[in-house]
């Protein structure tokens, strides 16, 4: 079965990426083309991430994670940084029903003892209401950056090789992926990063060994159904080697 695009090209819904990852970037430039604060921006970015997530949740992804704040934003004005994490909580207030009707199951990965504690509160009451749906897995990475989760891998392998629990000769992929935040989630298949910046920024280092990669000049407040839609067109003619050479993938 496939979906025809208005302005653009085909969808075919049976090789659809289980996993898009999104670096939702550009919502400070927006707004201040606009004259606004950057506050703003980031309001109008919820817009979009309600917007892709039910574009994600009807069209059948299985999992959706947005990269909604770095280890390294903590480092933002403080008025920036706290108007993030109260426009998380509003966010979830005001969406948890949208999200329930969905069938979305919402998680997390990153530092969330860092959160403040309200905001931790709301995420933690939302993950466990949502637990039970089967449908799109959200998973929203909040203090997060891949050195981070890399580091605690290894402390947590080093640690289990001290206990006795593993032997240094053993560690391999399956191990490290244990000892990951995203141990029960699949690598993702696709990385969509907006507002024309070519860079990863410590995101999912590890899980991106083969994902292809989609960057967009388009600011993340601007990103649309319709390009997200695109970027899985465009998914779905690349050919993936996984380092084999293209006769081999191909017969
Ligand atoms: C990057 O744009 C964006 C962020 C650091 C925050 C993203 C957060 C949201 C879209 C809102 C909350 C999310 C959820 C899941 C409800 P930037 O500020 O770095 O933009 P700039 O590069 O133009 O300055």
Request: hydrophobic residues 40%; neutral net charge; aromatic residues 8%.
């Amino acid at each position: 079965m496939s979906v025809l695009l208005k302005k653009t090209k085909e969808i075919e819904k049976n090789n659809l990426p289980a996993h898009i990852a999104i670096i939702m970037d550009g919502n400070g430039r927006w707004a201040k083309k606009r004259g606004n604060i950057r506050l703003l921006g980031h309001k109008k970015g919820v817009d979009t991430v309600n917007e892709i997530v039910t574009a994600a949740a009807e069209l059948g992804i299985q999992y959706l994670t947005l990269y909604a704040f770095s280890t390294e934003n903590w480092s933002r004005p403080k008025d920036e940084v706290f108007g993030l994490m109260d426009l998380l909580v509003t966010a979830l207030e005001n969406n948890l029903k949208k999200i329930q009707q969905n069938n979305v199951v919402l998680r997390t990965i990153g530092d969330l003892n860092a959160l403040p504690p309200k905001t931790r509160a709301k995420l933690s009451d939302a993950c466990e209401n949502t637990k039970n749906n089967t449908g799109l897995n959200l998973v929203l990475a909040l203090s997060y950056s891949a050195r981070w989760e890399i580091t605690n891998m290894v402390k947590s392998i080093a640690q289990d090789c001290i206990d006795g629990k593993i032997s240094v000769e053993n560690i391999d992929n399956t191990i490290i992926n244990s000892h990951l935040c995203t141990r029960e989630i699949p690598d993702p298949e696709l990385l969509i990063r907006t507002s024309g910046e070519y860079r990863i920024s410590n995101f999912l280092l590890w899980q991106i060994a083969y994902t292809e990669l989609y960057f967009t000049e388009t600011l993340w407040p601007d990103f649309t159904k319709e390009e997200f839609l695109n970027a899985i067109a465009d998914f779905q003619n690349r050919e993936r080697r996984f380092g084999k050479t293209g006769e081999q993938v191909r017969n």
